[in-house]
Protein backbone atom coordinates (compact mmCIF):
# COMPACT_ATOMS: atom_id res chain seq x y z
CA UNK A 1 0.00 0.00 0.00
CA UNK A 2 2.73 2.20 0.79
CA UNK A 3 4.79 1.69 -2.09
CA UNK A 4 1.82 2.62 -4.34
CA UNK A 5 1.15 5.53 -2.48
CA UNK A 6 4.85 6.46 -2.95
CA UNK A 7 4.12 5.76 -6.54
CA UNK A 8 1.04 8.06 -7.50
CA UNK A 9 2.78 11.09 -5.51
CA UNK A 10 6.14 10.51 -7.55
CA UNK A 11 3.66 10.32 -11.02
CA UNK A 12 1.86 13.83 -9.79
CA UNK A 13 5.40 15.44 -8.89
CA UNK A 14 5.81 14.22 -12.49
CA UNK A 15 3.11 15.91 -14.21
CA UNK A 16 3.42 19.02 -12.09
CA UNK A 17 6.57 19.56 -13.15
CA UNK A 18 6.01 18.77 -16.91
CA UNK A 19 3.01 20.98 -16.91
CA UNK A 20 4.48 23.64 -15.83
CA UNK A 21 4.54 26.11 -19.04
CA UNK A 22 8.53 27.35 -20.74
CA UNK A 23 9.40 30.56 -20.22
CA UNK A 24 11.73 32.36 -21.80
CA UNK A 25 13.99 34.99 -19.42
CA UNK A 26 14.08 39.06 -20.13
CA UNK A 27 11.79 40.24 -17.26
CA UNK A 28 14.78 42.37 -16.89
CA UNK A 29 14.27 41.89 -13.38
CA UNK A 30 10.67 43.30 -13.56
CA UNK A 31 7.65 42.22 -12.04
CA UNK A 32 5.29 40.57 -13.87
CA UNK A 33 1.14 41.04 -13.05
CA UNK A 34 -0.76 38.33 -12.16
CA UNK A 35 -3.46 37.28 -14.57
CA UNK A 36 -6.09 34.16 -14.44
CA UNK A 37 -6.70 32.17 -17.38
CA UNK A 38 -9.66 29.62 -18.12
CA UNK A 39 -9.38 28.54 -21.83
CA UNK A 40 -13.14 27.49 -21.19
CA UNK A 41 -14.07 30.65 -21.30
CA UNK A 42 -15.14 30.77 -24.60
CA UNK A 43 -16.65 34.26 -24.78
CA UNK A 44 -13.03 35.80 -23.62
CA UNK A 45 -10.99 33.76 -26.78
CA UNK A 46 -13.55 35.00 -28.90
CA UNK A 47 -13.49 38.91 -27.68
CA UNK A 48 -9.42 38.22 -27.81
CA UNK A 49 -9.65 36.88 -31.22
CA UNK A 50 -11.04 40.05 -32.66
CA UNK A 51 -8.82 41.93 -30.80
CA UNK A 52 -5.88 40.47 -32.14
CA UNK A 53 -6.96 40.67 -35.66
CA UNK A 54 -8.18 44.16 -35.23
CA UNK A 55 -4.97 45.50 -33.57
CA UNK A 56 -1.90 42.75 -34.26
CA UNK A 57 -2.64 41.95 -37.33
CA UNK A 58 -1.63 44.70 -39.32
CA UNK A 59 2.04 44.10 -38.29
CA UNK A 60 2.69 40.72 -37.15
CA UNK A 61 1.41 37.29 -38.57
CA UNK A 62 0.45 34.20 -36.42
CA UNK A 63 1.42 32.04 -39.25
CA UNK A 64 0.70 28.62 -37.58
CA UNK A 65 -3.17 29.44 -37.36
CA UNK A 66 -6.03 29.60 -40.17
CA UNK A 67 -9.13 31.39 -39.62
CA UNK A 68 -10.89 28.50 -40.14
CA UNK A 69 -9.63 26.37 -37.49
CA UNK A 70 -10.21 29.38 -35.01
CA UNK A 71 -13.58 29.42 -35.93
CA UNK A 72 -14.13 25.89 -35.26
CA UNK A 73 -12.23 25.66 -32.23
CA UNK A 74 -14.26 29.15 -30.91
CA UNK A 75 -17.74 28.37 -32.07
CA UNK A 76 -17.62 30.87 -34.99
CA UNK A 77 -19.52 30.34 -37.86
CA UNK A 78 -17.48 30.87 -41.28
CA UNK A 79 -20.16 33.17 -42.49
CA UNK A 80 -19.09 35.12 -38.90
CA UNK A 81 -15.75 34.93 -39.95
CA UNK A 82 -16.01 36.72 -43.46
CA UNK A 83 -18.33 39.53 -42.04
CA UNK A 84 -16.38 40.13 -39.18
CA UNK A 85 -12.72 38.76 -38.60
CA UNK A 86 -11.16 38.22 -42.39
CA UNK A 87 -8.17 40.41 -42.53
CA UNK A 88 -8.74 42.70 -46.34
CA UNK A 89 -8.90 39.62 -48.74
CA UNK A 90 -8.10 36.55 -47.24
CA UNK A 91 -10.41 33.33 -47.02
CA UNK A 92 -11.51 31.66 -44.00
CA UNK A 93 -8.98 28.88 -44.97
CA UNK A 94 -5.99 31.65 -45.23
CA UNK A 95 -3.40 31.29 -42.75
CA UNK A 96 -3.16 34.51 -40.38
CA UNK A 97 -0.39 36.22 -41.94
CA UNK A 98 -0.12 40.08 -42.25
CA UNK A 99 -0.13 41.83 -45.38
CA UNK A 100 2.95 43.93 -44.25
CA UNK A 101 6.28 43.02 -46.51
CA UNK A 102 9.53 42.42 -43.87
CA UNK A 103 11.19 44.65 -45.53
CA UNK A 104 8.83 47.54 -45.00
CA UNK A 105 8.56 46.80 -41.43
CA UNK A 106 11.91 46.60 -40.99
CA UNK A 107 12.57 50.00 -42.32
CA UNK A 108 9.86 51.40 -40.46
CA UNK A 109 10.59 50.05 -36.79
CA UNK A 110 14.11 48.95 -37.25
CA UNK A 111 13.25 45.11 -36.39
CA UNK A 112 10.35 43.24 -38.35
CA UNK A 113 7.56 42.58 -35.79
CA UNK A 114 8.10 38.80 -34.78
CA UNK A 115 5.23 36.16 -35.45
CA UNK A 116 3.36 36.18 -32.63
CA UNK A 117 1.78 32.36 -33.31
CA UNK A 118 4.02 30.93 -30.04
CA UNK A 119 4.27 33.78 -28.31
CA UNK A 120 1.75 33.09 -25.52
CA UNK A 121 3.95 30.06 -24.91
CA UNK A 122 7.69 31.35 -25.30
CA UNK A 123 6.82 34.66 -23.00
CA UNK A 124 3.93 33.52 -20.93
CA UNK A 125 0.06 34.63 -19.88
CA UNK A 126 1.88 37.02 -17.29
CA UNK A 127 4.57 38.30 -19.02
CA UNK A 128 2.40 39.02 -22.15
CA UNK A 129 -0.61 40.78 -19.66
CA UNK A 130 2.02 42.75 -18.22
CA UNK A 131 3.88 44.26 -21.51
CA UNK A 132 0.69 45.07 -22.72
CA UNK A 133 -0.23 47.25 -19.90
CA UNK A 134 2.72 48.76 -19.73
CA UNK A 135 3.40 51.00 -22.49
CA UNK A 136 3.99 54.63 -21.78
CA UNK A 137 4.66 58.06 -23.41
CA UNK A 138 8.40 58.86 -24.03
CA UNK A 139 8.96 61.88 -26.11
CA UNK A 140 12.87 60.19 -26.77
CA UNK A 141 11.70 56.94 -28.29
CA UNK A 142 11.47 57.21 -32.35
CA UNK A 143 7.91 56.00 -32.41
CA UNK A 144 6.89 57.93 -28.89
CA UNK A 145 6.16 55.20 -26.85
CA UNK A 146 8.55 53.22 -24.89
CA UNK A 147 7.80 50.25 -22.50
CA UNK A 148 8.39 49.42 -18.43
CA UNK A 149 8.63 45.65 -19.57
CA UNK A 150 10.42 45.85 -22.39
CA UNK A 151 12.59 48.88 -22.55
CA UNK A 152 12.97 51.03 -25.66
CA UNK A 153 10.79 48.56 -27.69
CA UNK A 154 10.34 49.07 -31.23
CA UNK A 155 6.73 48.56 -31.22
CA UNK A 156 3.96 51.47 -30.73
CA UNK A 157 1.25 51.47 -28.25
CA UNK A 158 -1.28 50.39 -30.45
CA UNK A 159 -4.02 49.83 -27.84
CA UNK A 160 -3.40 53.49 -26.77
CA UNK A 161 -7.12 54.82 -28.06
CA UNK A 162 -8.54 52.05 -25.89
CA UNK A 163 -6.05 52.24 -22.57
CA UNK A 164 -5.31 56.27 -22.91
CA UNK A 165 -1.95 57.63 -22.44
CA UNK A 166 -0.05 56.83 -19.49
CA UNK A 167 3.26 58.80 -18.16
CA UNK A 168 5.84 57.28 -15.88
CA UNK A 169 5.93 58.18 -11.93
CA UNK A 170 9.45 58.18 -11.26
CA UNK A 171 11.06 56.97 -7.71
CA UNK A 172 14.30 57.04 -6.17
CA UNK A 173 15.78 53.34 -5.66
CA UNK A 174 19.06 52.34 -4.02
CA UNK A 175 21.25 49.84 -6.27
CA UNK A 176 24.66 48.26 -5.58
CA UNK A 177 26.50 49.19 -8.83
CA UNK A 178 30.03 48.15 -8.90
CA UNK A 179 30.61 47.81 -5.04
CA UNK A 180 28.99 51.59 -4.56
CA UNK A 181 25.78 52.62 -3.56
CA UNK A 182 24.05 54.75 -5.93
CA UNK A 183 20.72 56.03 -6.35
CA UNK A 184 18.31 55.73 -9.36
CA UNK A 185 15.62 55.99 -11.07
CA UNK A 186 12.73 53.42 -11.39
CA UNK A 187 9.27 53.79 -12.83
CA UNK A 188 7.14 52.87 -9.59
CA UNK A 189 3.73 53.48 -11.43
CA UNK A 190 1.68 55.12 -14.36
CA UNK A 191 -0.72 57.92 -14.10
CA UNK A 192 -2.69 58.05 -16.96
CA UNK A 193 -2.42 61.64 -18.42
CA UNK A 194 -5.32 61.24 -21.05
CA UNK A 195 -7.92 58.53 -20.35
CA UNK A 196 -8.98 56.19 -23.30
CA UNK A 197 -12.12 54.81 -24.38
CA UNK A 198 -11.94 52.01 -21.90
CA UNK A 199 -12.02 52.83 -17.83
CA UNK A 200 -8.27 51.31 -16.53
CA UNK A 201 -10.65 48.08 -15.21
CA UNK A 202 -12.33 47.19 -18.80
CA UNK A 203 -8.56 47.75 -20.62
CA UNK A 204 -7.63 45.36 -18.33
CA UNK A 205 -10.09 43.03 -19.21
CA UNK A 206 -9.72 43.60 -22.99
CA UNK A 207 -5.78 42.60 -22.38
CA UNK A 208 -6.77 39.48 -20.25
CA UNK A 209 -9.19 38.64 -23.17
CA UNK A 210 -6.27 39.47 -25.56
CA UNK A 211 -3.68 37.12 -23.66
CA UNK A 212 -6.41 34.56 -23.23
CA UNK A 213 -6.12 34.42 -27.29
CA UNK A 214 -2.59 34.38 -27.21
CA UNK A 215 -2.47 31.14 -25.10
CA UNK A 216 -4.85 29.24 -27.17
CA UNK A 217 -3.12 30.25 -29.93
CA UNK A 218 -0.28 29.15 -29.11
CA UNK A 219 -1.25 25.50 -28.56
CA UNK A 220 -4.73 25.04 -29.97
CA UNK A 221 -4.76 21.35 -28.89
CA UNK A 222 -4.74 22.90 -25.47
CA UNK A 223 -8.86 23.35 -25.62
CA UNK A 224 -9.63 19.44 -27.18
CA UNK A 225 -7.12 18.00 -24.42
CA UNK A 226 -8.99 19.45 -21.77
CA UNK A 227 -12.18 18.07 -23.25
CA UNK A 228 -10.94 14.10 -24.11
CA UNK A 229 -8.65 14.68 -20.60
CA UNK A 230 -12.23 15.20 -18.84
CA UNK A 231 -13.71 11.61 -20.47
CA UNK A 232 -10.96 9.70 -20.22
CA UNK A 233 -10.51 10.33 -16.83
CA UNK A 234 -14.57 9.63 -16.24
CA UNK A 235 -14.01 6.25 -17.86
CA UNK A 236 -11.20 4.97 -16.10
CA UNK A 237 -13.74 5.44 -13.16
CA UNK A 238 -16.30 3.80 -14.26
CA UNK A 239 -14.21 0.80 -15.14
CA UNK A 240 -12.70 0.51 -11.53
CA UNK A 241 -15.81 -0.95 -10.36
CA UNK A 242 -16.19 -3.83 -12.82
CA UNK A 243 -12.52 -4.18 -12.76
CA UNK A 244 -12.11 -4.39 -8.67
CA UNK A 245 -15.17 -6.86 -9.07
CA UNK A 246 -13.50 -9.28 -11.33
CA UNK A 247 -10.25 -9.26 -9.15
CA UNK A 248 -12.56 -9.74 -6.48
CA UNK A 249 -13.86 -12.92 -8.29
CA UNK A 250 -10.42 -14.42 -9.33
CA UNK A 251 -9.05 -14.22 -5.75
CA UNK A 252 -11.80 -16.26 -4.43
CA UNK A 253 -10.59 -18.78 -5.63
CA UNK A 254 -7.08 -18.53 -5.18
CA UNK A 255 -7.10 -18.26 -1.67
C1 LIG B 1 2.69 49.02 -35.87
C2 LIG B 1 3.17 47.67 -35.90
C3 LIG B 1 2.79 46.76 -34.75
C4 LIG B 1 1.53 46.45 -34.31
C5 LIG B 1 0.20 46.90 -34.89
C6 LIG B 1 1.71 45.52 -33.21
N1 LIG B 1 3.03 45.29 -32.98
FE1 LIG B 1 3.81 44.04 -31.60
N2 LIG B 1 5.70 44.49 -32.23
C7 LIG B 1 6.01 45.35 -33.27
C8 LIG B 1 7.45 45.43 -33.40
C9 LIG B 1 8.21 46.25 -34.43
C10 LIG B 1 7.99 44.54 -32.42
C11 LIG B 1 9.47 44.24 -32.15
C12 LIG B 1 9.88 45.02 -30.94
C13 LIG B 1 11.34 44.95 -30.62
O1 LIG B 1 11.95 43.88 -30.77
O2 LIG B 1 11.87 45.99 -30.17
C14 LIG B 1 6.86 43.98 -31.71
C15 LIG B 1 6.98 43.10 -30.64
C16 LIG B 1 5.92 42.50 -29.98
C17 LIG B 1 6.03 41.55 -28.91
C18 LIG B 1 7.33 41.03 -28.30
C19 LIG B 1 7.64 39.71 -28.91
C20 LIG B 1 8.82 39.08 -28.25
O3 LIG B 1 8.68 37.94 -27.81
O4 LIG B 1 9.89 39.72 -28.19
C21 LIG B 1 4.77 41.19 -28.55
C22 LIG B 1 4.37 40.20 -27.47
C23 LIG B 1 3.87 41.92 -29.38
N3 LIG B 1 4.60 42.71 -30.24
C24 LIG B 1 2.49 41.84 -29.28
C25 LIG B 1 1.61 42.58 -30.04
C26 LIG B 1 0.18 42.52 -29.88
C27 LIG B 1 -0.57 41.62 -28.91
C28 LIG B 1 -0.34 43.41 -30.77
C29 LIG B 1 -1.80 43.76 -30.95
C30 LIG B 1 -2.47 44.32 -29.78
C31 LIG B 1 0.78 44.03 -31.49
N4 LIG B 1 1.94 43.49 -31.01
C32 LIG B 1 0.64 44.96 -32.49
C33 LIG B 1 5.11 46.06 -34.04
C34 LIG B 1 3.74 46.03 -33.91
Redesign the pocket.
Known sequence: MRRTLALAALCIAGAALTAAPARASGTGGAELDAVHIDLGDRAALQRGAK??IN??L???SASYMRYNRLGRDLGISDELIKKNLLFAGSQAGDLMVTTMPAED?EKW?G????D?SL?GR??GAEW?YT??RSFYIDDGAPSGWNNKL?EN????H??YELQGVQRPVLGAEEEVMEGRLVTVEKIESFELVRPGKLTPAEYDRAVSD?THY?VYMAEPAQLRRYTVGFWVVVFLLLLLAPAWLLKKEYWKDVR
Open positions: LFYCSCHSFVAPPLTSRLYLFVAMPVLLM
